[in-house]
């Protein structure tokens, strides 16, 4: 059985040993994977992430026009997409990963961001990531349930 690593309570929330400053988000809304996946990979990621599109071929880049802004690193379709990826909005590449697990009462939705470089950084995206994962419980009419935690390690698939 897969287990999360044990969590270090001598460092501050979101600062770990081997990535640096990491945050996750998580909302669940009563929309099935698939559908989540789908908006996902052809909406949401375009708009959130600034690029023209999101393959999901591990080594594909992220393109902005011209501009490389990263690369996928991990894909496991319909489940999970980790990328390798430069804001444009910071001056470093950060991994940044969203999982989708299903719920009792739809699908929960995990943003993590790692390799970020301070606590301001952290608090800024994080408070960022809340914003667009809320919009999307919105977007499905505030239906289901409201899940957050923001300080937990990136999901694992059973």
């Known amino acids: 059985m897969d287990t999360l690593p044990d969590v270090d309570r001598s460092l501050p929330v979101g600062l770990t040993r081997d990535a640096g400053w990491q945050l996750g988000v998580r909302r669940t809304v009563r ?22 599109s999101v393959p999901q071929m591990v080594g594909a880049p992220l393109r902005r026009g011209e501009l490389v802004r990263g690369r996928v690193t991990g894909c496991h379709v319909g489940r999970r997409i980790r990328l390798r990826w430069h804001p444009p909005q910071l001056d470093h590449e950060t991994v940044f990963q969203v999982t989708l ?5 739809g699908t929960t939705i995990a943003i993590h961001q790692e390799r970020l470089l301070g606590p301001a950084e952290r608090q800024a995206l994080l408070e960022h990531w809340t914003g667009i994962l809320e919009e999307v419980v919105a977007s499905y009419g505030g239906r289901g349930p409201l899940t957050a935690d923001r300080t937990a390690p990136p999901v694992r698939p059973r």
């Open 101 to 105: 697990v299903e719920a009792a009462q």
């Open 31 to 52: 929309a099935d994977a698939e559908e989540i996946w789908h908006r996902l990979l052809n909406e949401w990621l375009l708009s959130w992430l600034e690029v023209d």
